[in-house]
């Protein structure tokens, strides 16, 4: 079965850094869209970043572009979130998902367009 599973996360001050981790299994992860989403309590989820298949392409939401970036390691089933210069707007659950979308040139895809989910890690940024 097809699983993710997030890991990284934790308590950082202003200015300091993350990397998250997120493992793929059950299906080829080469072939699927990655992207990171985060969510803080009575908001909806809100896109960060996503990647293609290949690596060369990523998006990014406008709050975080400069200082988090986006990788995958096809070779080790894994999408990485390097998060620099956190901010305590920056506090979330993050979630990692992935996609079958094919067309991954007119801009980050929704929500709606990821397939399966990880259970999330906590990012805490205290100011």
């Known amino acids: 079965q097809v699983q993710l599973v997030e890991s990284g996360g934790g308590l950082v001050q202003a200015g300091g850094s993350l990397r998250l981790s997120c493992a793929a299994s059950g299906r080829t992860f080469s072939s699927y869209i990655m992207g990171w989403f985060r969510q803080v309590p009575g908001k909806e989820r809100e896109f960060v970043a996503d990647?293609?298949?290949?690596?060369?392409?990523?998006y990014y939401t406008d709050s975080v572009k400069g200082r988090f970036t986006i990788v995958r390691d096809n070779a080790k089933n894994t999408v990485y979130l390097q998060m620099n210069n956190l901010k305590p707007e920056d506090t979330a659950v993050y979630y990692c998902?992935?996609?079958?979308?094919?067309?991954?040139?007119?801009?980050?895809?929704?929500?709606?367009?990821?397939?399966?989910w990880g259970q999330g890690t906590q990012v805490t940024v205290s100011s």
């Open positions: 990647i293609s298949r290949s690596g060369g392409k990523t």
């Open positions: 998902a992935d996609s079958t979308v094919v067309n991954f040139t007119d801009g980050p895809l929704t929500s709606t367009q990821y397939d399966y």
